[in-house]
């Protein structure tokens, strides 16, 4: 007689027990989906950028104190500041530029005229020292006449360079560090770990431009990973059950290939031997 016909894909799919591991494959799939968004969250919570206000001018002493470390505050914001400049403590910084973006250093990539800063040392009305970038000339241009004494000033308030940046041997001071001013002036009591960047720059100089401070937005990779990861395991849990109903039609199959039939006639009788 003819086998019985193998049953196909969805025949056994909608059987009840694959239809309770379907509903349990999509379970622990929907489960996978919340901890890869969970993960995606955590990923996107870095590239969220804290829109502080860096442009209205506020007192240097609100947000910064002399001999410690600069805040993220206080990082490129506009402040004011009084205080009495030190004369013939100034200082020539060759190789910069003038255009936006270089008051963040020297390797900022920004694009301007080259040329060299003039900076000043500021002794502010609590004593303590602060370098100001009061300006910019042609290379080589030398330092004109500055005004002195008692000064009301605006700025951007930057942190301080490595001394590193420098080219000794070449005897060029392209840095705008602290650490090595405080060495080149003659009297320094509390000094500010960062530098101003002066607003309306004196006569005989040029401005320095110094942009607000632009926030570096990036993913957490290794969150973003996790987040495919769990989705990727999600996928995984559903094909396994079409796996699984794939493999139980194939055992089917095969078992119906090899099945004997039986035939309804008699077999052939040996001849009797005489």
Known sequence: MTPAATPGFWQIARRPRWIAALALAFGVAAAFAALGQWQLERSLETAIVDERDTETPVPLDSIAEPQQVMTTEASGRVVTVSGTWVDGDEVVVTGRLSGAGDAGGADSGAEGEPGDWV?????????????????????????????????????????????????????????????????????????????????TPPPGLEAIAAPPPTADVSLNLLNLFYAIEWVIFGGFAVYLWWRLVKDEQEKLAAAADGATPVSAEPSPQPAPVD
């Open 119 to 199: 900076l000043r040392h500021l002794v502010t009305e609590n004593g303590a020292s602060l370098a100001v970038a009061v300006g910019f000339v042609a290379p080589g241009a030398g330092i004109p006449d500055l005004p002195s004494g008692d000064q009301q000033l605006t700025g951007r308030y930057v942190p301080s360079e490595s001394p590193q940046l420098s080219d000794f041997e070449a005897g060029e001071r392209t840095a705008i560090a602290v650490a090595e001013l405080i060495n080149l002036w003659g009297e320094v009591d509390a000094v500010y770990s960062g530098y101003l960047v002066l607003e």
